[in-house]
C-alpha cells in the first residue's frame, strides 16, 4: 500500500493502559490462565465480519543500523564499493576495536566480500526478498498482503558465504546487510536466516486482521528463502522454534520487553528461520540457533534520547499476541526439515513471479496441474493444515488428494466459489475464478503452537505452491483475508474445527488467439436462470439450476446440507472489484 502522509496523526498511548481483548491480555507471554481465552478472542474477532477500523497509519521506522551498509552487488560487480564499506571495520578490528555500542563499532572480519564463496548471498536475497532496483519497493519476488511487506531478515553468516562471518541485518530497499556483530567461535557454516516481522503497516491496515496476515507473510518469506537456495546449498526450515531462542540467536530483545538501547528500533517478534549449508555438511548434529544464541550478543541499534515513542493500541496488541504465538518452550529449538525446490523452477521464475490480475484467472487449469500443485502444498511442510482444490468449469466441485495415488479426489460436488468470494471480503472475482487451492483447519481451540504453525505452514506451502504455478505456466494470486469461512460447518460437519487459513487462485495459461473471446470466459453460470435470493442458500446445489457469482454458497455432497454464508449482501449493492489488500479500507 503506498504511504499515506494525510492519515491521522498517531495518538499517544498509556503505556500501563490496558491492551485490547482485557487484563488477560496484559502480558500473554507470560503463562497465565488468561492467555487462551486472549488468543481465542483474538482468532474469533480475526474471523468475525467486523470491518476494521481506520487506524493511524504509522510509517515504517527507518533501519536503525548506523553506517551505510554493505551492498550486496552481483558477481564481479562493484568491488570497490564493498572494499570501501569494509574499510572502517578493518580499520577499527586492527585496532582491536570491539564495543557494543551501536553495529558501526562492532568487529566483524577483515575480509572483503567474497563473490566466489559456496553460499552468495547476494543472489539469495536478489531472488526472494530483495526490491528491485528503482522501483517503490512494492513488488518484489515474494509477495505480500497488500503489498506491505513486514517481514524483515536478519543473517547470522558463518563460514563459507560472500559475506564475512558476523550478524547482519539485511535491507530489502538498498539491497545492502548492515553489520550487527562478530561472529561467535564455533558457529556453523553457511548462513541462518532469522524472519521477524514489523507490524505497524499492516495493522495500520488491517487492524484486527493483521496477525494471521502476518504469520502467513512469514511463511511466504521463508518459502521465498528456501527456493532461492543454490544448488549447492542444502536448506532447512524451521517455523516452531521458540521465540526467545530465536531473538537470542538474532541479537534481538525478547519481545514485548522494551530495553532503552532500542528505542529507536521497532519491535521485531521473530517466527521462523532457514539455514544454508553448504552441501555435505553434517547439519543434522548441529543446533544452530543454540550456538548463535549462546554466544556473544549481537550490537544494539543506535540509541536516541527521549522516552519511548507511542504507538497506537492496536499495533501493540498486535505485537503481544505474536510475542504469544513465537513460545514453544517445550522444543525451543525447533523442528528442522528440508527444503524442497518444484520441478522446473529456476531464478527467473522466481523472479518473474507476480500476482495475476483477477480477469486472468478464470480459466480453469488441467486437473493433472492442479494435482501437481496440490501435491506441492501438502508435502511442503510436515505439519500444518489440510488442503482443498475448489474448481469451475462444467462440473464445479471440491476435491482431495488421492492417498496412495497421483490425481484429485472428489470430495462434494457443487460450486464452492460463490461462497468463497463472499468469505474472502466479498472479492466476487473469485466466484468465477477458474480453481481455488485452500489451507484449512485451525479450530477455534487452537493451542498458540497449532495457531501459528497453521498459519506459517499455510504461507509456506502457498509460498512453493504459487512458483510451482508459475513454473507450470499457470496464474495465480494468494488469498489471505477470510472471514466466517467455516469449511467444515459448510460441508454438514461440527463448526468451529475446520476454517479456510490461506487461498491460491489459480487460472490456466492465456487461450491461444484462434480461440473467440466470447466463448474464452464462459462458464455454466451462464446458463442457469435466477433463483430468488430467500431460497438461493437453502437449495442444494446438486439439484439446483441458479446461481449467482456473488451468492454466499460453498459446494457440499449430495448426502450434505448446502455450505452457506450466514451474511448475504444485500440484492443490487454493487459489487467490490478492488485487488485483495486494498478491498477492505473504509
Known amino acids: 500500500m503506498p504511504d499515506a502522509p494525510d492519515r491521522a496523526a498517531v495518538p499517544t498511548r498509556d503505556p500501563r493502559a490496558e491492551p485490547p481483548g482485557g487484563s488477560a491480555a496484559k502480558d500473554p507471554a507470560g503463562s497465565s490462565a488468561g492467555a487462551p481465552d486472549f488468543l481465542g478472542r483474538a482468532l474469533a474477532d480475526a474471523r468475525s465480519p467486523r470491518v476494521p477500523a481506520l487506524s493511524p497509519y504509522v510509517p515504517e521506522r527507518p533501519f536503525p543500523w548506523s553506517g551505510p551498509g554493505l551492498p550486496l552487488t552481483d558477481r564481479g560487480r562493484r568491488r570497490t564499493d564493498a572494499a570501501a564499506a569494509f574499510g572502517g571495520l578493518r580499520r577499527r578490528a586492527a585496532a582491536g576495536a570491539r564495543t557494543d555500542s551501536g553495529p558501526g563499532s562492532a568487529t566483524v572480519g577483515a575480509a572483503p566480500i567474497r563473490h566466489d564463496a559456496p553460499l552468495d548471498l547476494a543472489r539469495l536475497l536478489r531472488l526472494s526478498l530483495a526490491a528491485p532496483a528503482g522501483t517503490s519497493g512494492r513488488l518484489r519476488p515474494v509477495p505480500s498482503a497488500g503489498a506491505l511487506h513486514p517481514v524483515r531478515a536478519h543473517l547470522l553468516v558463518g563460514p563459507g558465504c560472500s559475506l564475512p562471518p558476523g550478524r547482519y541485518a539485511y535491507d530489502p530497499h538498498t539491497h545492502r546487510a548492515h553489520p550487527r556483530g562478530p561472529a561467535p567461535d564455533g558457529v556453523p557454516a553457511g548462513v541462518l536466516a532469522v524472519l521477524t516481522v514489523a507490524a505497524s503497516r499492516t495493522v495500520a491496515h488491517y487492524g ?13 518469506a521463508a518459502a521465498a528463502l528456501a527456493q532461492a537456495g543454490a544448488p549447492t546449498a542444502d536448506v532447512l526450515v524451521c517455523l516452531d522454534a521458540d521465540g526467545a531462542l530465536l531473538s537470542a ?7 514485548p520487553a522494551r530495553h532503552s538501547e532500542w528505542q529507536a528500533a521497532e519491535l521485531e517478534p521473530p517466527l521462523a528461520a532457514v539455514w544454508f549449508t553448504p552441501t555435505g555438511g553434517s547439519v543434522r548434529t548441529i543446533d544452530p540457533l543454540s550456538a548463535w544464541a549462546t554466544r556473544a550478543r549481537a550490537s544494539a541499534p543506535v540509541r536516541v534520547p527521549g522516552p519511548p515513542i507511542a504507538q497506537p493500541r492496536e499495533l501493540s496488541y498486535t505485537q503481544r499476541l505474536l510475542s504469544l504465538l513465537a513460545q514453544a518452550p517445550a522444543r525451543p529449538a525447533g523442528t528442522w526439515h528440508p527444503a524442497s525446490r518444484p520441478e522446473g523452477v529456476t531464478g527467473k521464475t522466481l523472479t518473474t513471479r507476480r500476482s495475476a490480475p483477477p480477469e486472468n484467472l478464470r480459466r480453469p487449469p488441467e486437473r493433472e496441474l492442479l494435482a501437481s500443485i496440490l501435491t506441492t502444498a501438502r508435502t511442503a511442510s510436515p505439519a500444518g493444515p489440510d488442503w482443498t482444490v475448489v474448481t469451475g468449469g462444467a462440473a464445479p466441485a471440491l476435491h482431495t488428494a488421492s492417498p496412495g495415488r497421483p490425481g484429485l479426489l472428489l470430495h462434494a460436488h457443487g460450486d464452492a466459489r460463490p461462497a468463497l468470494a463472499h468469505w474472502a471480503a466479498r472479492q466476487t472475482w473469485i466466484g468465477t475464478t477458474g480453481a481455488v487451492l485452500l489451507a484449512h483447519g485451525c479450530p477455534d481451540d487452537a493451542s498458540p503452537a497449532a495457531v501459528r504453525i497453521s498459519h506459517l505452514a499455510a504461507g ?30 459448510a460441508l454438514g460437519e461440527a463448526p468451529g474445527r475446520d476454517w479456510i487459513v490461506h487461498g491460491l487462485a489459480l487460472g490456466a495459461p492465456p ?8 466463448t474464452r470466459t464462459a462458464t455454466p453460470l451462464t446458463t442457469r436462470t435466477a433463483t430468488p435470493p430467500a431460497t438461493r442458500t437453502a437449495t442444494p446445489l446438486t439439484t439446483r439450476t441458479a446461481t449467482a457469482p456473488a451468492a454466499p454458497t460453498a459446494a457440499p455432497r449430495a448426502t450434505r446440507p448446502t455450505p452457506h454464508s450466514t451474511d448475504p449482501p444485500a440484492p443490487g449493492t454493487t459489487a467490490r472489484t478492488t485487488p485483495p489488500g486494498e478491498e477492505e479500507r473504509p
Open 208 to 220: 484486527h486482521r493483521a496477525w494471521p496476515l502476518l504469520l502467513l507473510d512469514a511463511g511466504h
Open 249 to 255: 540467536a538474532a541479537g534481538l530483545p525478547r519481545a
Open 460 to 489: 509456506y506451502a502457498i509460498g512453493l505452491a504459487q512458483t510451482h504455478a508459475t513454473a507450470l505456466g499457470l496464474r495465480s494470486r494468494p488469498i489471505g483475508s477470510w472471514q466466517q469461512a467455516d469449511l467444515g460447518a
Open 511 to 518: 487461450a491461444k488467439a484462434t480461440t473467440p473471446p466470447a
